[in-house]
């Protein structure tokens, strides 16, 4: 009897509590600071210490230089980034797998000399030539992509070559001149001469403000419906507001000079596109899942082959892309055109922005973020009139504290059991 007795107390009794807070999402204020907290001493910091950083170094070339945060300097600063950010875009996918591509700057290259060839010198249509660079880049991916995977070569090996032998095809494309300039009046030219009017800038930003609340309350809903628990809807208004602020000061500032450039849209419509891929599709999961533990990703049924090598012909069609945009801007391909730092900078915004090069951890903004802290450095150092080595020395010194803090916040992952 006593026995019967003492063994329904032991079962009766509590065992340690566990914080709600750790599963649920935030309900109160305090939970969001208790989150934080959380997050900091575990290592997942997400976008935080780059937008802390970018706002830092904002305010320390505006106090060095007034016309630092004009209109003028900052619609420049959109322009500038546009082609290397959305080449960026492709590097976080390949990150996100953990393997590299060195090749996006000469992929770049050639195909933006594929376009020139064809709707300059062989009068083919802009939209046709534009279409053909994109379809040459994401031929090249596949190629890298599955001599990577079905023969085992490293990633690294292979774009390596890719990055040497592709610029050797370039001048061979461009031929004996060298140089084709693009139309001034033509569509290639004006995907970077095009600014929206002030009453079409105000209405993408409305659509963009309204897009986002209605999927999130339809996740939300759908959360609901499943019986998933969901943050408040306080969450879903702080975020509304925020992101609505900060849009509209976006486009209040770039209306206030010539407009919201097309460029910009551009690169921040593939910067949502493949977030929403990663994030909502079995796809972006996928990638995620083999960025982890490629093992374990192919024990539960992932096509692993296939999400590398699509990833790898995402890469170098993004690659096209941003070869287009900076042809645009520049209205000319020539030799050195993907060549210099295209490669280098695409990959330091990936990483400045808080993809892991560890694979497995990261997001599409890193590019945005990456690339405007970056672009931010530069614009300033130029407004400055500082030496190129500065110049390149204050870069390098950005791109090692990214990389220094991301090795950082895996460990205090990993001894959270996180990493």
Same mark, same amino acid.
Do not use: C
């Given at each position: 009897?006593?026995?019967?007795?003492?063994?329904?107390?032991?079962?009766?009794?509590?065992?340690?509590?566990?914080?709600?807070?750790?599963?649920?999402?935030?309900?109160?204020?305090?939970?969001?600071?208790?989150?934080?907290?959380?997050?900091?001493?575990?290592?997942?910091?997400?976008?935080?210490?780059?937008?802390?950083?970018?706002?830092?170094?904002?305010?320390?070339?505006?106090?060095?230089?007034?016309?630092?945060?004009?209109?003028?300097?900052?619609?420049?600063?959109?322009?500038?980034?546009?082609?290397?950010?959305? *080449? %960026? #875009? /492709?590097?976080?996918?390949?990150? !996100?797998? @953990?393997? +590299?591509?060195?090749?996006? $700057?000469?992929? &770049?290259? =050639?195909?933006?000399?594929?376009?020139?060839?064809?709707?300059?010198?062989?009068?083919?249509?802009?939209?046709?030539?534009?279409?053909?660079? *994109? %379809? #040459? /880049?994401?031929?090249?991916?596949? !190629?890298? @992509?599955? +001599?990577?995977?079905?023969? $085992?070569?490293? &990633?690294? =090996?292979?774009?390596?070559?890719?990055?040497?032998?592709?610029?050797?095809?370039?001048?061979?494309?461009?031929?004996?001149?060298?140089?084709?300039?693009?139309?001034?009046?033509?569509?290639?030219?004006?995907?970077?001469?095009?600014?929206?009017?002030?009453?079409?800038?105000?209405? =993408?930003?409305?659509?963009?403000?309204?897009?986002?609340?209605?999927?999130?309350?339809?996740?939300?809903?759908?959360?609901?419906?499943?019986?998933?628990?969901?943050?408040?809807?306080?969450?879903?208004?702080?975020?509304?507001?925020?992101?609505?602020?900060?849009?509209?000061?976006? =486009?209040?500032?770039?209306?206030?000079?010539?407009?919201?450039?097309?460029?910009?849209?551009?690169?921040?419509?593939?910067?949502?596109?493949?977030?929403?891929?990663?994030?909502?599709?079995?796809?972006?999961?996928?990638?995620?899942?083999?960025?982890?533990?490629?093992?374990?990703?192919?024990?539960?049924?992932?096509?692993?082959?296939?999400?590398?090598?699509?990833?790898?012909?995402?890469?170098?069609?993004?690659?096209?892309?941003?070869?287009?945009?900076?042809?645009?801007?520049?209205?000319?391909?020539?030799?050195?055109?993907?060549?210099?730092?295209?490669?280098?900078?695409?990959?330091?915004?990936?990483?400045?922005?808080?993809?892991?090069?560890?694979?497995?951890?990261?997001?599409?903004?890193?590019?945005?973020?990456?690339?405007?802290?970056?672009?931010?450095?530069?614009?300033?150092?130029?407004?400055?009139?500082?030496?190129?080595?500065?110049?390149?020395?204050?870069?390098?010194?950005?791109?090692?504290?990214?990389?220094?803090?991301?090795?950082?916040?895996?460990?205090?992952?990993?001894?959270?059991?996180?990493?």
């Amino acid at each position: 009897m006593s026995t019967v007795k003492s063994e329904s107390v032991a079962t009766a009794t509590p065992g340690p509590a566990i914080d709600p807070r750790l599963d649920a999402p935030p309900q109160k204020l305090s939970d969001y600071a208790f989150i934080l907290k959380r997050r900091i001493r575990s290592g997942e910091l997400g976008a935080l210490p780059v937008v802390l950083g970018l706002a830092l170094i904002w305010i320390i070339f505006q106090s060095l230089n007034s016309r630092f945060l004009s209109a003028q300097n900052l619609s420049n600063l959109t322009l500038q980034i546009a082609a290397t950010g959305t *080449i %960026a #875009v /492709g590097i976080v996918l390949v990150l !996100l797998l @953990g393997e +590299i591509d060195l090749s996006v $700057g000469s992929v &770049s290259g =050639v195909t933006a000399a594929v376009m020139a060839v064809l709707a300059v010198r062989h009068g083919v249509s802009d939209v046709l030539a534009i279409a053909a660079a *994109i %379809a #040459v /880049g994401v031929a090249i991916g596949a !190629l890298h @992509g599955t +001599i990577f995977v079905k023969l $085992g070569v490293p &990633s690294f =090996v292979v774009t390596l070559a890719g990055l040497i032998g592709w610029q050797g095809l370039q001048l061979y494309v461009l031929g004996e001149r060298g140089t084709i300039n693009i139309p001034f009046d033509g569509t290639i030219a004006r995907l970077t001469s095009t600014t929206l009017a002030a009453p079409a800038g105000w209405a =993408v930003g409305a659509v963009a403000v309204a897009a986002y609340v209605i999927t999130a309350y339809l996740g939300r809903r759908r959360r609901m419906a499943a019986g998933l628990p969901v943050a408040h809807i306080r969450d879903l208004i702080i975020r509304t507001v925020a992101l609505g602020v900060g849009i509209g000061i976006s =486009v209040a500032i770039l209306n206030s000079w010539r407009g919201v450039p097309l460029a910009l849209l551009i690169m921040v419509g593939f910067v949502v596109f493949f977030d929403l891929i990663l994030r909502k599709t079995q796809y972006g999961r996928s990638i995620f899942a083999v960025g982890g533990n490629i093992e374990a990703a192919r024990r539960a049924g992932i096509r692993v082959d296939w999400i590398r090598i699509s990833v790898f012909m995402i890469a170098s069609g993004m690659a096209a892309v941003g070869g287009i945009l900076a042809a645009s801007r520049g209205y000319a391909v020539t030799q050195a055109s993907g060549a210099g730092d295209t490669l280098l900078m695409a990959i330091a915004a990936a990483v400045i922005g808080g993809t892991s090069l560890f694979g497995g951890r990261g997001s599409t903004y890193s590019a945005l973020l990456g690339m405007l802290v970056l672009g931010s450095v530069q614009s300033g150092m130029l407004l400055l009139q500082l030496d190129s080595s500065v110049r390149f020395m204050i870069t390098a010194a950005v791109l090692l504290a990214a990389v220094i803090l991301d090795a950082v916040s895996r460990r205090g992952r990993r001894s959270t059991g996180r990493g």
